[in-house]
């Protein structure tokens, strides 16, 4: 079956801790995308990338790091320079180009104590 | 100010009824997605929409994207509890692969 997994689905974090979360996708697609979700609001694109070892800033990038050095992979690490970090984050992937559906995984919940 | 906005932002009807969400954006669209979300998980895609006055139907659902590709509107023909959730637009606005979402809409369905 292919498609695009997150781990882990809740995450909880001490202030002042980076945590890296997982987000692997076996649907050979170019594309890759972070987005967070905060209550009652739309997604926020955070970082994307087209093509392996490149990726660019979304809207809201401040206090998160990314990396593309596999096709299947692109964790994020959500720094402590983060202020408010506590989200629902989504990650999903598509073809390369325009007008291609994204597919997204079922998310990771983090909190921050 | 959203650059998609999204009305209304949560939707209350009996099952069985008729209802409407729409998205809007005073800029082009090229490329309209409705996704639906479960709260707490991911996202399920509904529908794309590419060229103006583009109409998408599947089972009880039907979206619509308007001539000037400025509006989309996302109808639910008598309504069931499994129709409840949070539905969602998104649009390529400008070139790139990049999406805009819409804050989404809570619809819920009370049998």
């Known amino acids: 079956d292919g498609g695009i997994t997150q781990s882990p689905k809740y995450l909880f974090r001490k202030e002042g801790q980076n945590v890296t979360l997982s987000c692997e996708q076996n649907l050979n697609h170019d594309a890759m995308y972070w987005y967070r979700q905060d209550p009652g609001q739309g997604l926020r694109l955070i970082y994307y990338?087209?093509?392996?070892?490149?990726?660019q800033k979304g809207d809201i990038a401040e206090g998160y790091s990314v990396s593309r050095e596999k096709k299947e992979s692109f964790p994020l690490t959500v720094t402590s320079a983060q202020k408010n970090p506590t989200a629902f984050y989504l990650c999903a992937s598509s073809r390369a180009g325009q007008n291609n559906e994204q597919f997204f995984g079922p998310g990771t919940r983090l909190t921050v104590l | 100010s959203q650059e998609l906005e999204q009305s209304p932002q949560s939707l209350i009807v009996q099952e069985g009824k008729n209802l409407t969400i729409n998205c809007t954006s005073s800029k082009t669209l090229y490329g309209l997605y409705w996704y639906k979300q479960k709260y707490g998980e991911g996202l399920i895609f509904l529908m794309m929409?590419?060229?103006?006055?583009e109409e998408k139907s599947h089972e009880k659902i039907t979206a619509k994207l308007d001539e000037k590709k400025q509006q989309s509107s996302l109808h639910i023909t008598a309504s069931q509890p499994s129709h409840a959730g949070i539905y969602l637009c998104?649009?390529?606005?400008?070139?790139?692969?990049?999406?805009?979402f819409g804050e989404g809409t809570q619809l819920t369905v009370n049998p």
């Open positions: 929409l590419q060229k103006g006055g």
């Open positions: 998104g649009a390529a606005i400008g070139s790139g692969s990049r999406l805009t």
């Open positions: 990338s087209q093509i392996v070892n490149d990726f």
